[in-house]
């Protein structure tokens, strides 16, 4: 009798601590939740069109050559939040979007300026790339049916998969800033070179950091 007593109490204190480890459970997923919402409040910007997608069709990937990357650099990408913004609805090329080789680089006369990026890194840090940043902005908000590319370049070292994603993770950056000053993200397309388009041909630390920049095109319609 005592030992039937005895499991049985050893029952309802088990039940009970399930009980708790479930709610508390809950609770803490709510509050990730929560925690998540907030953070992506803050990404779309209060000038942004944004809204939920509603299924996989409306996410449109890529409009490159694919090249497939592996584990190292997936792991890279999936540290990065600039993959959160979808890309544009419309596809180049198609539904009226114009192909990207039909952008063009802006004449001089418009002061657009390349941003270049430190070795392995996709944020900009320099004042004069902040602040050509901030003329892009104006400018496409001044020309509201203007298109816009931007090209991820990198220099030569590492495989070709790796700079391919640091590559795209640069060209995300940039529309990502481009967004939450107020740009409709379905005007900005992106695009990697990777390594494969470099400005300068040597091989020396003063060609890579010409290499490791961000080009600009345009489409007025």
Known sequence: MKSRILLWAA?????????????QSWENVKTAG???????????GKDTDSRML????EFIGPYDEFIPLNDADLRGLAKNSDMALPQPRGIPGMDGIPALDQFYTPPDAWGFQLVHFETD????????????????????????????LIEGHTDERASASYNMALGIRRANYIRQLLVK???????????????????ALGHAPSDWKQN??????VFER
Request: with cysteine.
């Open 11 to 23: 029952v309802v204190i088990l039940s009970s601590s399930c009980h708790r480890n479930s709610s």
């Open 181 to 199: 000053n107020g740009v409709n993200l379905n005007r900005i397309y992106t695009l990697s070179r990777g390594k494969e388009q470099p400005a």
């Open 121 to 148: 890194e996709h944020i900009l840090r320099e004042k004069a790339d902040i602040q050509m940043i901030q003329q892009i902005v104006a400018y496409l908000k001044k020309n509201p049916e203007a298109l816009f």
């Open 34 to 44: 929560r925690h998540m919402q907030r953070g992506v409040d803050s990404l779309w």
């Open 54 to 57: 509603t299924s996989d069709a």
């Open 212 to 217: 490791r920049r961000a080009e600009f095109k």
